[in-house]
């Protein structure tokens, strides 16, 4: 294994693949030796061409940002002489269509075991949902949750509950974004059947709450006001015998893959997340869409920096002001609320590698593969069209993750270089971006690109990860989330609570 990475021919900056001390002597391309001048942690980078105050250092050939001063080959770059480039709001992007992958003209056919339901959606999983208007009824929803699993467990695959605090006394856009986001979660097609729990005097009424949902089952969707309940949880197990009932009949038949939706996320980033698992989980998402299945990408601030490749891939000019407007929007919600836009990455990024916001961003893209982009959705939005849909959501893991699920992703592909135990209302796949953390935590992490690094090809791995996707899909694996039952949610807040 080499000991650095050059991962564009234009780049200044090459990649530390182990620890270096001052004094170590690196060999180029070229066969130039050059001696480092500074300790450089694994996943940061060195600069291999001098940069002058407020010249561009490049990475993935683009710019990263800016340095703060005069920076020597050799040099440790990281946010003590290397600052963000990006400034304002560019109102005036221009679509400048580039290439893309064209969907497969013969997909392969490949097919998984899944649960084709009685509205044509298809399921991975076939459990209960229990969801909850408001939040302070989120012990009682527990409690059905647990008492449910023991009643009926051995005859689904299992039964769910997803605390929140939301619900009531929300005002705006904040009750229309809970209301919404429940909602979507109530369609999931993981969820064979659904129970709906609501207070009684919240604002996220029954009532307008099946305005949200829309035309519904009601063998597949049961409603319980618990304050018209003597007994609320006799009441309840009552409706979720009901509902286990119903969801029992499903089984297991043969499906296209193409019916997939994949979430594609990244949290806890490190320097090598943008050289292993982002690329792979692009390499896969590709495949997805060359099937003709849907890759849902969010974290709208991590695209900042990035969005021109996202535009540039825009699969007409309708799809491409749909993502100016997305980006623009987020930017707009920084600024109402006094804050610096590009004020990114994370303490746990930085202490990775990531030194600026542009360079999270051309990382973290990544992870949307080469095909184009075919839709752009708002929060709590519903992905339907086959190719790459851009979803509305901030960067935070839980709130992201949560709105890739509720836009029917059945899968969350989740990269990681440091490590988080969470996962979602779906399965929610681990892939950590280097060796050592997947050694280091083995009930987190479900998958290692750092392979790419040492033993592995990209294709091979490809092939292994999508082998791995279709499985899981078809329920002969679990994640460990699932096996863990590490299973939250968590929904966007931007307005008033009274």
């Given at each position: 294994?080499?000991?650095?990475?050059?991962?564009?021919?234009?780049?200044?900056?090459?990649?530390?693949?182990?620890p270096?001390?001052?004094?170590?002597?690196?060999?180029l391309?070229?066969?130039t030796?050059?001696?480092?001048?500074?300790?450089?942690?694994?996943?940061?980078?060195?600069?291999?061409?001098?940069?002058?105050?407020?010249?561009?250092?490049v990475?993935?050939g683009?710019?990263?940002?800016?340095?703060?001063?005069?920076?020597?080959?050799?040099?440790?770059?990281?946010?003590?002489?290397?600052?963000?480039?990006?400034?304002?709001?560019?109102?005036?992007?221009?679509?400048?269509?580039?290439?893309?992958?064209?969907?497969?003209?013969?997909?392969?056919?490949?097919?998984?075991?899944?649960?084709?339901?009685?509205?044509?959606?298809?399921?991975?999983?076939?459990?209960?949902?229990?969801?909850?208007?408001?939040?302070?009824?989120?012990?009682?929803?527990?409690?059905?949750?647990?008492?449910?699993?023991?009643?009926?467990?051995?005859?689904?695959?299992?039964?769910?509950?997803?605390?929140?605090?939301?619900?009531?006394?929300?005002?705006?856009?904040?009750?229309?974004?809970?209301?919404?986001?429940?909602?979507?979660?109530?369609?999931?097609?993981?969820?064979?059947?659904?129970?709906?729990?609501?207070?009684?005097?919240?604002?996220n009424?029954?009532?307008?709450?099946?305005?949200?949902?829309?035309?519904?089952?009601?063998d597949?969707?049961k409603?319980?006001k618990?304050?018209?309940?003597?007994?609320?949880?006799?009441?309840?197990?009552?409706?979720?015998?009901?509902?286990?009932?119903?969801?029992?009949?499903?089984?297991?038949?043969?499906?296209?893959?193409?019916?997939?939706?994949?979430?594609?996320?990244?949290?806890?980033?490190?320097?090598?997340?943008?050289?292993?698992?982002?690329?792979?989980?692009?390499?896969?998402?590709?495949?997805?869409?060359?099937?003709?299945?849907?890759?849902?990408?969010?974290?709208?601030?991590?695209?900042?920096?990035?969005?021109?490749?996202?535009?540039?891939?825009?699969?007409?000019?309708?799809?491409?002001?749909?993502?100016?407007?997305?980006?623009?929007?987020?930017?707009?919600?920084?600024?109402?609320?006094?804050?610096?836009?590009?004020?990114?990455?994370?303490?746990?990024?930085?202490?990775?590698?990531?030194?600026?916001?542009?360079?999270?961003?051309?990382?973290?893209?990544?992870?949307?593969?080469?095909?184009?982009?075919?839709?752009?959705?708002?929060?709590?939005?519903?992905?339907?069209?086959?190719?790459?849909?851009?979803?509305?959501?901030?960067?935070n893991d839980?709130?992201?993750?949560?709105?890739?699920?509720?836009?029917?992703?059945?899968?969350?592909?989740?990269?990681?270089g440091?490590?988080?135990?969470?996962?979602?209302?779906?399965?929610?796949?681990?892939?950590?971006?280097?060796?050592?953390?997947?050694?280091?935590?083995?009930?987190?992490?479900?998958?290692?690109?750092?392979?790419?690094?040492?033993?592995?090809?990209?294709?091979?791995?490809?092939?292994?990860?999508?082998?791995?996707?279709?499985?899981?899909?078809?329920?002969?694996?679990?994640?460990?989330?699932?096996?863990?039952?590490?299973?939250?949610?968590?929904?966007?807040?931007?307005?008033?609570?009274?």
């Amino acid at each position: 294994m080499n000991s650095w990475i050059r991962l564009a021919e234009k780049d200044s900056a090459i990649v530390a693949l182990q620890p270096f001390q001052a004094g170590d002597s690196i060999i180029l391309e070229d066969g130039t030796a050059l001696t480092l001048l500074d300790d450089v942690p694994k996943g940061h980078k060195i600069l291999t061409r001098a940069a002058r105050a407020g010249e561009d250092v490049v990475k993935y050939g683009y710019s990263i940002g800016k340095a703060v001063c005069d920076i020597a080959p050799g040099s440790w770059v990281h946010t003590h002489n290397l600052r963000t480039g990006l400034q304002g709001i560019k109102e005036d992007y221009g679509y400048a269509p580039a290439a893309a992958i064209a969907p497969a003209e013969r997909p392969t056919g490949r097919m998984f075991q899944g649960y084709l339901r009685s509205d044509g959606q298809v399921g991975i999983r076939n459990e209960i949902w229990i969801i909850n208007t408001v939040g302070c009824i989120n012990r009682t929803c527990e409690t059905l949750a647990r008492r449910a699993t023991a009643a009926f467990g051995g005859r689904i695959d299992g039964v769910h509950h997803f605390a929140h605090p939301f619900g009531c006394s929300q005002l705006g856009d904040d009750l229309v974004h809970t209301q919404r986001l429940l909602a979507a979660l109530v369609n999931h097609p993981n969820a064979a059947a659904v129970l709906v729990a609501g207070l009684g005097c919240e604002n996220n009424q029954i009532d307008s709450f099946k305005q949200a949902i829309g035309p519904h089952d009601p063998d597949r969707i049961k409603f319980m006001k618990l304050q018209d309940e003597e007994d609320e949880l006799e009441a309840g197990m009552a409706l979720l015998s009901e509902l286990a009932d119903y969801a029992e009949r499903f089984k297991r038949e043969p499906v296209p893959v193409s019916k997939l939706k994949l979430g594609l996320k990244c949290g806890g980033s490190d320097g090598l997340s943008g050289i292993t698992a982002n690329p792979l989980v692009g390499a896969v998402a590709d495949r997805l869409a060359q099937e003709g299945g849907t890759a849902i990408l969010t974290e709208v601030p991590e695209m900042f920096g990035a969005e021109t490749i996202l535009m540039n891939r825009a699969a007409d000019e309708q799809i491409f002001q749909g993502i100016v407007h997305l980006v623009n929007d987020f930017k707009n919600y920084f600024i109402r609320h006094g804050q610096e836009v590009y004020e990114n990455p994370s303490p746990g990024n930085k202490a990775g590698g990531i030194s600026t916001l542009e360079e999270k961003s051309l990382g973290c893209t990544q992870k949307g593969g080469q095909v184009a982009v075919t839709d752009v959705l708002p929060y709590g939005g519903r992905a339907s069209r086959p190719g790459l849909a851009l979803l509305e959501a901030p960067g935070n893991d839980l709130v992201s993750v949560t709105a890739l699920s509720a836009s029917g992703a059945h899968i969350v592909l989740f990269t990681t270089g440091r490590g988080t135990p969470f996962g979602g209302p779906v399965p929610t796949v681990k892939l950590s971006s280097n060796s050592e953390l997947a050694a280091r935590k083995k009930n987190w992490i479900d998958f290692n690109a750092g392979r790419l690094l040492e033993d592995a090809t990209m294709d091979q791995l490809a092939d292994e990860l999508w082998n791995y996707v279709i499985a899981l899909a078809s329920g002969e694996r679990q994640t460990n989330n699932e096996r863990n039952d590490f299973r939250e949610i968590a929904i966007f807040k931007d307005g008033v609570i009274l």
